[in-house]
């Protein structure tokens, strides 16, 4: 973060001495805030004294445990190192000082600290969910060595690795299923056919997709060429248990897996199946995190939660339709507040362990630029503080700390394009398409310069949860009601630690509220996140904080 050069208080800081000129006013660096003790007692403005910036001089420490910022590259649309405009492993090795440089407390990085990048393993398709070779990468991308230099680079920094799994379906030209298939054809069904779905003719209702081998059918949901495996069959048990142990033995700290949606299906409990995945893992590596994309409702994502799983992606607050986006449009603050505790509240109770696993969007959605960009940048900065200061995990799409939108949006590969570190919009081809247009907002080298980009704003939340472990680690306990429906407010608690998030959900008022002491005691300012500039900070002064449009706060007691 960069340092405030020069901010004059214009209150005196100590003995309670009252100056009401600017001029004689003394520089403030050393990050203790001003609060309501130090600053003017005189009810004046806030607006007449600066106030330092919260975040200056408090220590953020890097997280060692499997609580991180992840940041989601579509692979092949990151950096291409070689001209052949495919991103490729090489190229994400020469941006990782942009991702993390290894210092928490310094630095123009990001500060993410877990990648996820979409399937590496070779597949025919550019985005390589159907997995040709589960044992090696696409030559698209480099080497299994240029991996294991991926990996070694990204644990360096601090950055964990999470690998994107498909445990659902495989590719129909993956050597295993093309064995199947011959065995099948010749009727033989106890051999290489029993780690696939394949099944008499009227075994599934006519709303299950298949695919015909033969006289048999088998299962594929998504795709003809995406046949699914048979989840219950022991055979396949060993197979995924090498599968996951080839890679975690080669560094890798967890997995992404695909479409959990799709585990359940006649003869295979979903819930089982992924219990029993998690245990596998789990002895492979005692610390493993997996996140699981279960993109169905709260019912079902309580229920597949009971599989000990880590995290699942909490679909309903993403993506254009989602409650965050939702909440911009009704600002109702309390009700979003309440939505928080409450989602907490359900899956905490089917695993007390879980992890929430927030984000905007991803390469299956519309880039949330879209739907927010009639709003400003001040609510793209206001939708990364909802999702970032809820408790758990928070998945950044790549490009999304930047403002990059879909130019159009009849196709997936539109949300997929290039990473844009510098104005021009970089050489990499993804589904034959190029990126149209140039950033709206600049790439990343012109956001970095911008003290109040959107870039910087990501890189300021980042380090007010590396300040704060206790936002991802805590619980959302219960909303705060501020009598405003336009104010969400929650508590984040943990073995006696508490925090209070609030935000101001208002696009062009500020809300002045009463900080009492049964909601924090010895209330502060732990970190300001504003709309319009950066430069204004907040305290709270005789009990009371204003809070600019679409601003956010986390405030605790005094340090
Ligand atoms: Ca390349
Ligand atoms: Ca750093
Ligand atoms: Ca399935």
Request: proline share 3%.
């Amino acid at each position: 973060m960069k340092k405030i050069l020069s901010i004059l208080l214009c209150a005196a800081l100590a003995g309670g001495c009252v100056l009401t000129g600017c001029g004689s006013g003394e520089s403030k660096t050393d990050g203790s805030a001003a609060t309501g003790d130090e600053a003017s007692k005189d009810g004046g403005k806030a607006s007449a004294e600066a106030v330092s910036d919260p975040l200056e001089g408090v220590k953020a420490t890097a997280s060692t445990d499997k609580y991180r910022n992840v940041y989601q590259i579509f692979t092949q649309s990151f950096c291409d190192s070689n001209g052949d405009e495919i991103g490729d492993f090489q190229g994400i090795i020469s941006k990782l000082d942009y991702l993390n440089d290894g210092d928490p407390n310094k630095g123009d990085d990001l500060g993410v600290d877990a990648l996820w990048m979409t399937p590496i393993t070779p597949s025919e398709s550019y985005h390589k969910y159907s997995v040709e070779n589960y044992y090696d990468v696409d030559a698209d991308f480099g080497t299994l060595e240029d991996f294991d230099k991926l990996v070694e680079e990204c644990h360096k920094r601090g950055i964990n690795v999470i690998f994107d799994l498909v445990l659902n379906h495989i590719s129909n030209k993956n050597p295993l299923f093309v064995e199947a298939c011959e065995e099948v054809k010749k009727g033989k069904l106890d051999g290489k056919a029993e780690y696939f779905e394949f099944h008499e003719p009227d075994y599934y209702s006519a709303d299950v997709n298949t695919i015909q081998v033969g006289d048999y059918v088998c299962e594929a949901n998504f795709s003809p060429t995406m046949p699914e495996w048979n989840l219950t069959s022991e055979k396949t048990k060993e197979e995924f248990t090498r599968i996951a142990k080839f890679w975690l033995d080669r560094g890798v700290d967890g997995f992404r897996l695909d479409a959990v949606k799709y585990f359940d299906n006649k003869h295979t409990n979903g819930v089982e199946f992924q219990k029993w995945f998690v245990e596998t893992c789990c002895g492979i590596k005692k610390d493993v995190y997996l996140v699981g994309e279960d993109w169905t409702n709260d019912l079902d994502i309580a229920d597949m939660y009971e599989s000990g799983i880590d995290s699942l992606f909490a679909f309903r607050f993403s993506q254009s339709s989602g409650d965050i986006i939702d909440t911009l449009s009704t600002a109702n603050g309390a009700s979003f507040a309440k939505k928080v505790a409450s989602y907490e509240k359900k899956m905490s109770a089917a695993n007390a362990d879980y992890i929430n696993a927030v984000f905007l969007s991803n390469h299956d959605q519309i880039r949330i630029a879209n739907a927010l960009e009639s709003r400003g940048l001040e609510a793209e900065k206001f939708a990364a503080n909802l999702y970032m200061l809820m408790p758990g995990n928070s998945f950044t799409y790549y490009g999304e700390e930047i403002g990059m939108k879909a130019p159009y949006t009849d196709s997936d590969k539109w949300y997929r394009l290039p990473m844009a570190f510098d104005s021009d919009s970089p050489k990499i081809r993804v589904d034959g398409a190029v990126a149209p247009e140039a950033p709206k907002y600049g790439g990343v080298k012109q956001q970095l310069e911008d003290r109040n980009s959107l870039l910087n704003h990501y890189r300021r939340l980042i380090t007010a949860k590396l300040q704060n472990p206790l936002i991802a680690r805590g619980r959302a306990t219960g909303a705060q009601s501020f009598d405003d429906k336009e104010v969400g407010a929650y508590y984040i608690e943990k073995d006696g630690e508490k925090l209070l998030v609030i935000h101001n959900f208002n696009a062009t008022a500020e809300k002045t509220l009463s900080i009492t002491s049964d909601m924090i005691a010895d209330a502060q300012v732990y970190a300001d996140f504003l709309g319009s500039s950066e430069d204004n900070h907040l305290a709270i002064r005789d009990g009371k904080l204003t809070m600019p449009p679409y601003s956010s706060v986390i405030i605790g007691s005094k340090r």
